[in-house]
């Protein structure tokens, strides 16, 4: 999906919406809290979860993006007012394909997308001991390594999938 800039409105506790609709169900974004004008901070994930012509509802969850467990995390919470982007580092994409030359084919094909390598994946997997890799490996790796997607190559086609909502 296209990158959307929009301003969190009705902001409850799990959920929030927004004025623009016709956006595609499980796609993911951040959500900034501007302080002043010099100072903001990624404070919340966000995932849509209904959308109809007119508006779109997202859920609202904790940004695990930059997690650094001897730093102190932000506190503050998503509200009305704060700026939510979705499509957020849909431009950097973990290619899961069968070989090299359908690696080369998909840089091809998808020009304005940064690829990783997907024996980085690979040497994660062997890291951890996992020789099947789960849906929760593909997220922590996405997040390791700041990608939006997970790109799945067919004979017949391609898959992209959301690392947040996996959809």
């Given at each position: 999906p296209r990158g959307i800039t929009a301003t969190l409105q009705n902001v409850d506790k799990e959920y929030a919406e927004i004025g623009v609709g016709n956006l595609p169900?499980?796609?993911?974004g951040i959500v900034f809290h501007r302080y002043d004008d010099k100072h903001r901070a990624i404070v919340a994930s966000?995932?849509?979860?209904?959308c109809d012509?007119?508006?779109t509802t997202i859920r609202l969850l904790p940004y695990r993006g930059l997690e650094q467990p001897r730093l102190p995390?932000?506190?503050t919470k998503p509200q009305n007012g704060d700026t939510l982007v979705i499509g957020y580092l849909y431009d950097r994409v973990l290619p899961i394909v069968p070989n090299q030359k359908s690696l080369e084919k998909a840089k091809a094909d998808f020009p304005n997308l940064t690829l990783i390598h997907p024996d980085l994946f690979a040497a994660e997997l062997s890291r951890i001991k996992e020789p099947l890799p789960r849906k929760r490996h593909f997220q922590r790796m996405c997040e390791k390594m700041h990608l939006g997607l997970v790109m799945f190559m067919f004979q017949d086609g391609t898959d992209f999938v959301d690392r947040v909502s996996w959809e």
């Open positions: 169900v499980g796609a993911s966000a995932v849509i979860t209904a012509a007119n508006g995390t932000i506190k």
